[in-house]
């Protein structure tokens, strides 16, 4: 799985012109599955983003995790993040898993995460979404749970 993973204030997303998540201070992750991906490695991201300590201390260092701050996740599933570009100019997502095996993970992840007392906000699986956010700091990370 991987994961771009942005410390926000606030994030939301739109389906169809309607709200279909939004979250308030936390963490903004876009989500993707590839076919090797399996439950260890959603439980390996769920507990590593929980833990990540990527919020501001009262002297201003990222000492604080998410459950730390009592922060939210807008998780957002995004197949295009395993999107090959080294050949032409059209992106190539062979690498991005099936849609029903790469809901399965999805879901798991978001339900580990809930498990943590974590409060998830998600999008629509495979719809068209509009993603706002106000990215703090900012920071922004890419996570792997092979690498």
Do not use: C
Request: aromatic share 6%.
């Amino acid at each position: 799985m991987k994961l771009v993973v942005q410390r926000v204030t606030d994030a939301s997303v739109t389906v169809d012109g309607a709200v279909a998540g939004r979250i308030g201070p936390g963490i903004m992750a876009l989500v993707g599955v590839t076919h090797e991906d399996t439950e260890e490695d959603a439980a390996y991201l769920a507990d590593k983003i929980v833990n990540l300590r990527i919020f501001d201390d009262e002297s201003g260092k990222m000492n604080l995790s998410l459950l730390d701050t009592g922060g939210e996740i807008l998780s957002v599933s995004q197949f295009t993040l395993y999107g090959e570009t080294k050949k032409g100019r059209r992106p190539n997502f062979m690498n991005a898993a099936k849609p029903d095996q790469a809901l399965l993970l999805y879901e798991k992840w978001n339900e580990l995460l809930r498990e943590k007392g974590v409060k998830v906000e998600t999008g629509i699986f495979g719809a068209m979404m509009d993603v706002q956010l106000t990215n703090s700091g900012p920071v922004t990370l890419i996570m792997d749970s092979k690498q």
